[in-house]
Nanobody, 125 residues
Framework: QVQLVESGGGLVQAGGSLRLSCTYSGRMFSSYFMGWFRQPPGKEREFVSGIGRNGGTTDYADPVKGRFTISRDNAKNTVYLQMNSLKPEDTAVYFC??????????????????WGQGTQVSVSS
């Protein structure tokens, strides 16, 4: 049974930083591609960032490039999302997800097998 638990969300002023963590419980964490998604109020869930099994491959959505950094620690079964220079439009519920792939980068939500419950990030102007 795989479980994902996000933490680190909160309220921050524009320009501030937050670091989200997602802890994976279960087997074979290092075999999964890990992704971060977000769902702004009244909008659909969208891809934010993803990281390959050994951390060597990363991808970012255009709105967060240069501001967010994804990383993972396979020894701790944890994936992180460092968010800097936050903007009000980054306000959303952030979800982590695990998906199986041989090599491709997963950006579509339906490609992921497991999801966390989400953590709220609110950025005030």
């Amino acid at each position: 049974q795989v479980q994902l638990v996000e933490s680190g969300g909160g309220l921050v002023q524009a320009g501030g930083s937050l670091r989200l963590s997602c802890t994976y419980s279960g087997r074979m964490f290092s075999s999964y591609f890990m992704g971060w998604f977000r769902q702004p109020p009244g909008k659909e869930r969208e891809f934010v960032s993803g990281i390959g099994r050994n951390g060597g491959t990363t991808d970012y959505a255009d709105p967060v490039k240069g501001r967010f950094t994804i990383s993972r620690d396979n020894a701790k079964n944890t994936v992180y999302l460092q968010m800097n220079s936050l903007k009000p439009e980054d306000t959303a519920v952030y979800f982590c997800a695990a998906g199986w792939t041989d090599s491709e980068i997963l950006t579509a939500a339906h490609r992921y097998d497991y999801w966390g419950q989400g953590t709220q990030v609110s950025v005030s102007s």
